[in-house]
Nanobody, 117 residues
Framework: QAQLVESGGGLVQPGGSLSLSCAAS????????MYWYRQVSGKEREMVAV????????NYADSVKGRFTISRDNAKNAAYLLMNNLKPEDTAVYYC??????????WGRGTQVTVSS
């Protein structure tokens, strides 16, 4: 059964960094576009970053441009989100998502990121 498992969340002070990982299993990872989303309780889930199946194309929400970097390692079936200069407003549950051209859509269960002093 295909699944995505996020890890790397935690508590960090403002200005600090965290690196999230998304481990994929049960799917041909290199065929999927990978996303990172985040959600604050009571608010809509928002897309943070996206990376193409080859890793050659990325895009970011304006709120994280210049601070977050999405990457992937198709040999390891994993996607990553490096978050620098974290702000309290980055506090959220972070989810990874995999999609394909034939409308396959898979979400992970999320990992909590808390930015607080």
């Amino acid at each position: 059964q295909a699944q995505l498992v996020e890890s790397g969340g935690g508590l960090v002070q403002p200005g600090g960094s965290l690196s999230l990982s998304c481990a994929a299993s049960g799917l041909a990872f290199s065929y999927y576009t990978m996303y990172w989303y985040r959600q604050v309780s009571g608010k809509e889930r928002e897309m943070v970053a996206v990376i193409s199946s080859s890793g050659g194309s990325t895009n970011y929400a304006d709120s994280v441009k210049g601070r977050f970097t999405i990457s992937r390692d198709n040999a390891k079936n994993a996607a990553y989100l490096l978050m620098n200069n974290l702000k309290p407003e980055d506090t959220a549950v972070y989810y990874c998502r995999a999609t394909s051209e034939d409308a396959y859509d898979l979400w992970g269960r999320g990992t909590q990121v808390t930015v607080s002093s």
